[in-house]
């Protein structure tokens, strides 16, 4: 009698962990590119975008290439490139799609750190990234996304060349830089990883003089609401900074804000 109770008990398990095993195959099958992504699963977000052959798939697969790019140990030149030829692919499909021109941007520009100045300027990179944010703020004027890669566009122009220079060359200044920041702060407020590159790029730029804009933004960036799970990563790296900076060990905090900005 204990005996068959027992058999009865491992056949109702057996049956219930069956059933949850299904119910997660459907649930993984039904799984769009975008829920993919948001939950982390990026190479199955690439897979599943990629699969789409469409504007839409390929650019939704060119962030989660770019997510993994972001997230790797190390700079990982490969890993752009792949960002790069999915961003390329989506705008082949669409020429107005805004996102997957600010992918390619984003993907040209960390390529552009980790080759170095010079092969980045020999490259084009930085008026190819330029006018795919033109081209990306044309197709959506109040896009945050696009307007805060301008606004790091701008800045990153201005701290590698200087502030002559880089308005001589491509048009960039500082003032065009915050000024497209501030207007994607107002466009999406609760995005954390807005506030989190704004801090990045000032850091970069020059840490004491806007300590205070870099304070801000980190600490929301820590204490806002993260909406994915890539929102998170960027949640906890802002955290890190935010520490770092308060405790005065500006030597670690430089030094993470480069590895944080993908340079080797």
């Known amino acids: 009698m204990i005996l068959q109770k027992i058999k009865i008990t491992r056949l109702v398990i057996l049956a219930v962990l069956a059933a949850f095993f299904a119910a997660s195959q459907a649930a993984a099958a039904t799984a769009t590119p975008a829920d993919l992504y948001v939950a982390g699963q990026y190479q199955a977000a690439i897979d599943a975008g990629s699969a789409q052959d469409n504007a839409q798939g390929y650019a939704i697969a060119a962030r989660a290439a770019l997510a993994i790019a972001m997230l790797h140990e190390t700079s990982c030149l490969e890993c752009l490139q792949r960002a790069e030829s999915l961003a390329r692919a989506s705008i082949a499909k669409d020429p107005k799609r805004a996102d997957a021109r600010v992918y ?145 060990d500006t030597e670690k905090y430089d030094t993470m804000v480069k590895r944080f900005q993908g340079y080797p």
Not at 184 to 205: G, H
């Open 104 to 248: 390619l941007a984003a993907a040209l520009g960390y390529q552009g750190r980790i080759i170095g100045m010079i092969q980045t300027r020999f490259k084009g990179y930085p008026s190819e990234a330029k006018s795919n944010l033109d081209a990306a703020l044309a197709a959506e004027p109040n896009d945050a996304r696009a307007l805060a890669a301008l606004g790091g566009w701008n800045i990153a122009i201005v701290t590698g060349g200087g502030a002559m220079l880089a308005n001589m060359l491509y048009g960039a200044t500082l003032e065009k830089g915050l000024a497209d920041f501030n207007a994607a702060f107002k466009r999406a407020p609760a995005d954390i990883v807005l506030r989190y590159q704004y801090a990045l790029s000032l850091s970069a730029y020059d840490r004491k003089k806007y300590r205070k804009n870099i304070l801000d933004a980190l600490t929301y960036a820590t204490n806002g609401n993260a909406a994915s799970a890539y929102e998170q990563a960027m949640q906890k790296r802002a955290a890190i900074l935010l520490a770092l900076l308060k405790s005065g």
